[in-house]
């Protein structure tokens, strides 16, 4: 958060404890903006205030008087009753804490959340939008999947995809997807002997997808179930977890083109999905992942040591909201390793590490210092970030991050 930012929220916990509710609402409203996003819009007057909040493609709206407040979050449309979509919102509503399902007078499905202007503390309003917010965006493109007769909800927010550009994110959803069920990532290296190869391979896999193409709805929904079963406790197999992972990757591959274009599209989020890291949280995960990575490398699995690399920063996208010059550098990572893709969507990409890898390194290295000091101003020991004796292409994914690992500074 912004300085800014953190002031209408302390003036917001001011204002309540004052029994100020009206003007607590309007600073818990400014809090929330950020700079060159177009998330919060609010009307106040001396009786009310009303305000809608966009999270990804569905929008809360919301309102307050001298002794109510209410937000509704609209998910779907539903002319006829359904009994297996109410059954469906039912089993969903117990994992709700403030908010509960309703169908409206036009029929639209939505999740409320009121209760009396007195009871609308910062903090309960935070946790409260978040949470119908957070839920309305994933069940609209859910439940459209699952229940073909109800309609979607058309959002302003939206920003549609050219047609162009989602058949070249399509080209590489299969690309990656492809390169890791096939053998060339494991090299010689016998797969059945050491089933924490296939991991790296595969999760990295799906987390570039989420990272890089972030799609929407149905395959968003496989990669988490993906990612929480993976890591759950119930099932301790080693082997039976990399078959389903292996499962998940050919499920991905077997859903239709156009099924697959229909969940690009463009939103903004107002609040985040993951939590904040600090940069010294950051360094303790990736010097943990980073132990795993010393047997491929020593013993030159080359395929697994990229996957692995591949797979800490995906793995930092995707469990985390990075601190902002950590987020930049990190990006890079993906800039420098995946060129072709970035050209492709008509980015103008200055690293050809396929035919020039020492002088995409000394750009890369260029690039850090001048995204460090943009953001951070003058910073001492940033001459020759990236430096590493061999030319190999593992050698700078490893310097890259651990530099960022140990680039540590206040967020």
Known sequence: MSQEQIDHWDQAMRAFDNEQYLDSIEHFLLSLMQPEEDTVRYSRTESGISFTLCQGSRVVYGEADLKWFRATAEIIHCDLPNIGLFRRLLESSYKLMYGR?????????????????????????????????????????????????????????????PDVEKSIKYRYYR??????????????????????????????ALYKIDYLLHPEGRIMEIIETAHKNYFSREEVDLNNKVAAL?????????????????????????????SLITTRDLAEHIDTEM?????????????????????????????????????????????????????????KIRYDPFKNL?????????????????????????????????SGDVEWRISLIRFIQNFQYNA
């Open 291 to 347: 132990q795993a990575m010393v047997w491929y490398q020593d013993n030159e699995h080359t395929g697994i040591c990229k996957a692995i690399c591949d797979y800490i920063a995906t793995n930092c996208f995707f469990n985390y909201t990075l601190p902002t010059v950590s987020h930049a550098l990190l990006h890079q990572y993906f800039v420098m390793s995946e060129p072709e893709f970035f050209k492709a969507l008509g980015f």
């Open 175 to 204: 690309q990656w997807l492809e390169y890791a069920l096939s053998p060339e990532p494991f090299g010689l290296l016998n797969k059945a002997k050491y089933p924490g190869a296939s991991v790296y391979v595969y999760l990295s």
């Open 246 to 274: 292996e499962k998940v990757c050919r499920q991905l591959l077997q859903i239709p083109e156009e099924s697959v274009k229909s969940e690009m599209y463009l939103v903004e989020h107002i609040f985040p999905i993951t």
């Open 101 to 161: 399902y309703a169908q409206l007078e036009n029929n639209n499905i939505a999740i409320l959340f009121d209760g009396y202007l007195q009871e609308a503390s910062p903090y309960k309003l935070l946790y409260g939008l978040k949470e119908i917010a957070l839920r309305a965006d994933k069940e609209d493109d859910l439940l459209s999947a699952e229940f073909t007769q109800v309609g979607r909800i058309p959002s302003p927010y939206v920003k549609v995809i």
């Open 358 to 390: 020492q002088g995409s390194v000394r750009q890369l290295s260029n690039d850090f210092k001048k995204i460090i000091e943009s953001r951070l101003g003058a910073q001492e020991g940033l001459d020759n970030i990236l430096i590493f004796d061999d």
